[in-house]
């Protein structure tokens, strides 16, 4: 995205980013977060890659994922007043991340403005996706 064009994001404040592969696509997205949101889309994206230095990232659909040479095992999104975290193969991890889906086998975790990310607990998930299969988007 050229510097002088300034991402537009939607009404839950999630960036409107061009789909694209690779780390460039996911820092615009990043960088793009308002506010806070932005500090806290780096510490997640630097705790992922402290545990899988080479993790595949794409953006799709105005999302980050994170993955690995069989599929995709983790994203973020921005909402008005958090963060999520979404686990694609969050039901087989322990423990389970706290929010339900309506997607079988996807859990989330949400983070708000004054909560801290537990990134010892992140690094313990990652590590947990990482021997799953990954998924197909």
């Given amino acids: 995205m050229p510097e ?4 537009t994001h939607s009404s839950s404040t999630n960036p409107y980013i061009p789909k694209g592969d690779g780390d460039e696509a996911v ?8 506010g806070w ?7 997640i994206d630097e705790t992922i890659e402290k545990v899988l230095p080479d993790v595949r990232k794409q953006v799709r659909w105005n999302t980050p994922f994170y993955g690995k040479e069989d599929g995709w095992f983790l ?11 979404t686990f694609l193969t969050g039901s087989s991890l322990d423990p389970m991340p706290p929010k339900k889906s309506k997607v079988e086998g996807t ?5 708000h403005e004054n909560e ?3 990134a010892k607990q992140l690094a313990s998930w990652v ?11």
């Avoid at 002088?4 to 991402?7: D, I, L, N, S």
């Avoid at 590590?127 to 988007?137: D, M, T, V």
């Fill in 75 to 85: 994203a973020m999104y921005c909402y008005k007043n958090y963060v999520q975290i």
């Fill in 107 to 111: 859990r989330y975790l949400d983070i």
């Fill in 116 to 118: 801290a990310l537990d």
């Fill in 4 to 7: 002088t064009q300034k991402p």
């Fill in 27 to 34: 820092q615009a997205y990043i960088a793009a977060m308002p």
């Fill in 37 to 43: 949101k932005s500090a806290l889309g780096k510490q």
């Fill in 127 to 137: 590590r947990q996706a990482l021997k799953l299969p990954g998924q197909k988007l």
